[in-house]
Antibody
Framework: QVQLVESGGGVVKPGGSLRLSCTGSGFDFSGYYMSWIRQAPGKGLEWVSYISSSGLTSFSADSVKGRFIISRDNTNNSVYLQMNSLRGEDTAVYYC?????????WGQGTLVTVSS | DIVMTQSPDSLAVSLGERATIKCKSSQSVLYSSSNKNYLAWYQQKPGQPPKLLISWASTRQFGVPDRFSGSGSGTDFTLTISSLQAEDVAVYYCQQYYSTRTFGQGTKVEIK
């Protein structure tokens, strides 16, 4: 069955950087767009970024544009989120998800806490 | 960006009764060439990731009980739980994928 496992979360100071990873299994990873979605503590869902199946095209929300970069490695069935210039409002659980327009399968998430 | 607005923010329904959640988009999410509405519904239980229930406004995912149904077109959509069960207590989100991606703020469903 489809499995998505995120890693790389942790505590980072404002202005710092962090790289999240998501590894997929049980499906044709290279055939799917992939996305990152986040959820601040006690809040709703916010789409962050998505990347095409080939990795040639990506889009990001205005709230992270210029600071976060999504990439993928289809050889290793992985998608990444490089997060730079982190702010307190970036504190959230970050989920990766297969993307067919909607978000079909989700990982369990990894918590990122931005705090001094 | 397309803004998604859900109503109500929360509702309490008796077991076995109907629960109705509305979702309104700031512009149409109906793609005319395919006649498809780019609208999905998710269920999120505490401590779990969201689960896709319905895509294309009304297509239930495999394994989702048939008490869940989606309807609507253009800018106005509804998620209906026909007979609320205890396991349906959750937060429900709508999401458009017509233009980038945006979610509604969520509707919390509880047992009365």
């Amino acid at each position: 069955q489809v499995q998505l496992v995120e890693s790389g979360g942790g505590v980072v100071k404002p202005g710092g950087s962090l790289r999240l990873s998501c590894t997929g299994s049980g499906f044709d990873f290279s055939g799917y767009y992939m996305s990152w979605i986040r959820q601040a503590p006690g809040k709703g869902l916010e789409w962050v970024s998505y990347i095409s199946s080939s990795g040639l095209t990506s889009f990001s929300a205005d709230s992270v544009k210029g600071r976060f970069i999504i990439s993928r490695d289809n050889t290793n069935n992985s998608v990444y989120l490089q997060m730079n210039s982190l702010r307190g409002e970036d504190t959230a659980v970050y989920y990766c998800a297969t993307t067919e327009g909607h978000f079909k399968d989700w990982g369990q998430g990894t918590l990122v806490t931005v705090s001094s | 960006d397309i803004v998604m607005t859900q109503s109500p923010d929360s509702l309490a329904v008796s077991l076995g009764e109907r629960a109705t959640i509305k979702c309104k988009s700031s512009q149409s999410v109906l793609y005319s060439s395919s006649n498809k509405n780019y609208l999905a519904w998710y269920q999120q239980k505490p401590g779990q990731p969201p689960k896709l229930l319905i895509s294309w406004a009304s297509t239930r995912q495999f394994g989702v009980p048939d008490r869940f149904s989606g309807s609507g077109s253009g800018t106005d959509f509804t998620l209906t739980i026909s007979s609320l069960q205890a396991e349906d207590v959750a937060v429900y989100y709508c999401q458009q994928y017509y233009s980038t991606r945006t979610f509604g703020q969520g509707t919390k469903v509880e047992i009365k």
